[in-house]
């Protein structure tokens, strides 16, 4: 079973999708490759090796290349994310209301900091310095598809341990499906 859920990155897909950017030169072809690079990283969550490579070849460029731009923008991600994906607002409202005190608590019960991963693959966290937008409820995260407002850190852990039940129990993937963009 090859799916975006788990991490796997399904390398027909990547295929299918660079195989869509056209070019009619070498300059046309650099330019395409963040694009590129994007589209693998929202379907996915991440940048593989193998996917790299893919872009690389297609678009007549290096891999390291390709992980110089990986590593130079700070939304790209190169290690795959756990079953659960939360984003942490770290914007203005959120802040004042004590983002920081998640953000802490985070790294104090799970060990992980902006951008980890779990030890057990379960949840991965990005903090997120711009406003998500429900300010009226900061501080909040958003866990897989759902907002969770008014945080403290022990209901913040309740709602990733309702999550990570929730997903056990149904076996279902907790992401949306992140569509991918037409080219
Ligand atoms: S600052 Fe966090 S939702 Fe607006």
Redesign the pocket.
Known sequence: MSHAVHGEIDLEVVRELVSHLTFSDHQEAQELILAALQEINEHFGWVSPEAAEIVADHLGTTVNRIYGLLTFYADFRTEPRGKHFMLL???????VLG?QNLVQDLQDRYGIADGQTTADGELTVQVVNG?????D????VKLDDDFHGNLTPDSLNDAIQRAIAARRANGSPPHGNSSVRAG
């Not at 607002?89 to 802040?95: A, D, E, I, P, T």
């Not at 409820?137 to 909040?140: E, K, N, S, W, Y």
């Open positions: 607002c770290h914007g203005m409202s959120c802040y983002s406003c998500l937008g429900v300010c409820r900061a501080p909040i």
